[in-house]
Every structure is written in C-alpha cells, then in structure tokens.
C-alpha cells in the first residue's frame, strides 16, 4: 500500500475503512490481499450463496488465470460506519480456461456493488451483487441479446 493509502487500524473510521477496500480493490482481488485484509472467519454472501474466504481465494484464483490482466476500479466508494458500498467495473483479456470455458481472446468487462463490513482495519463480511448474465455473456456462455 503506498504511504497515501495507509490504514490506521489503530482506530476505525469511515476514511481508514475506504481506505482499505481501495486498496483491496486496486490490487484486483489477488488471493494474497484476500488472505492479508480479509478475516480468517470471512463470509461473502453472493445471490443465493454464502462462500468462505477459501472459497472466494479459490474463485478469484481461477477468475485471475483467465483474466490474467484482470483489474478493478472503485467507480465509487461510499461508507458509514462499519461497513463501506463499492460500485465497480473489472476488466481483463479472456486468456485462459474458465469453468471449462476456452479462451476466447475477448475483453470482458463486469460490473458490481460490493457493502463490505470492516473490524478492527480487516473485512469480515460482503455482500456482492455482480452483473452475471453479462458476465457469463462474454465468455461465451449464454449468446448475446
């Protein structure tokens, strides 16, 4: 993290929470940040799922080996209190199997809210809505409308 993007988890704060989901985000969800800023106990719930942190360290795993130039960007970062929205879009060049699914040499790009709830400068919980028919869409999956 660079030194303006520090964290002081000495004391939380909305500043220090969007700080942290910022950085979390400018470093594209890697398994390494989800291990560093995500608790060991770590839930995220998507749709009807609710997934552990090995199991977003696992998705994000095979999502960065098929988008191997994957990034994210906060299009907004919103927070109060102990938990912080974030609006963003993510990209990268369809290079690699996905689920079974070839590469297609497509970009691709996705778009999401995350609410994230943050204790002591580390994320316990998300709840995540990502656009998945055009996610799906553009790796070939379901043809386009």
Not at 52 to 80: G, N, P
Request: aromatic share 8%.
């Amino acid at each position: 993290m660079s030194s303006e993007d520090t964290v002081d988890t000495g004391k939380p704060s909305t500043e220090n929470n969007k700080a942290l989901i910022r950085h979390v985000v400018e470093k594209a969800w890697k398994p390494s940040v989800i291990e560093e800023f995500c608790a060991s106990d770590y839930v995220i719930h998507f749709g009807r799922e609710t997934l552990t942190r090995d199991d977003l360290i696992e998705f994000m795993s095979m999502l960065h080996s098929a988008l191997m130039d994957l990034r994210f960007t906060a299009d907004d970062i919103i927070a109060e209190g102990d938990k912080v929205v974030t609006r963003w879009t993510a990209s990268g060049t369809h290079q690699g199997v996905f689920q079974g699914i070839q590469p297609t040499g497509n970009q691709v790009v996705f778009t999401g809210i995350t609410i994230s709830r943050i204790e002591n400068g580390i994320i316990v919980e998300d709840w995540e809505e990502v656009d998945q028919l055009n996610f799906t869409q553009q790796f070939g999956v379901f043809p386009e409308v």
